[in-house]
């Protein structure tokens, strides 16, 4: 089987489930061998890599915890050590928290910013001097970073805004060597932690153009696209998945 991701190895953290699994899934069906991290679903995890080897690639699963400094550093080094390259890294893995501003904790405040914040920036900072030219950094940022649509999403998006800031210095950091460094803005996209038909989805759908929760699948195609050949001239810049929702 061939494909436009043949020879390349892709990170992708958050691997296991929802968005992630299906950007992991998406860069295996184009050819790339994948390494995904995972914090509790192992058995999710396994299911994800089993997909990709379906394909008949490589995959390796490995267990880290964003809000670890040293994990997150140590998953780029599991993927040099497995597949002994690395040439397209997504930041997925993320947490949400919403509350107005003087319910949240600084214990709250630190972990998301963790995770949502320093994880990327560690796993950025660890894989770039391994990323062969003309790699890919691809990360999950989110539309509450551009749309504050409701109220209690201040420090979500907060987390989510700083990685905008993040895309474009490294988008001119690293274009001498053709790598291009993109954010990806979903809307609300249906998956286990945000359910089309869960609480607060007619709330969420009231705000979308075209009227309907997004799926992972669309995320996956999105950065696909940025991780072949065909995204090659575009960096630095944020790109909206989100059904019209900061229209």
Known sequence: MTGVLDGKVALVT???????AAIAIRLGEQGADVVLTYQHSADQAGNVVESIKAHGRRALAVRADNA???????????ALGEFGRLDILVNNAGVGHYGVIEDISQAELDHVIAVNVRAPFLATQAAVPHLSDGGRVITIGSIASERAAVAGFSLYGL???????LTKALGRELGPRGITVNLVQPGP????????????ADGQREFVALGAHGQPSDIAATVAHLAGE???YITATAIAVDGGHAA
Request: hydrophobic letters at 30%.
């Open 14 to 20: 958050g691997g296991s489930r929802g968005i992630g």
């Open 68 to 78: 670890d400094a040293d994990a997150v550093a140590g998953s780029v080094r599991a």
């Open 159 to 165: 987390s989510k805004a700083a990685l905008t800031g």
């Open 189 to 200: 996209i249906d998956t286990d932690m945000n359910p089309a038909d869960g609480p607060g």
């Open 230 to 232: 065909t995204g090659r």
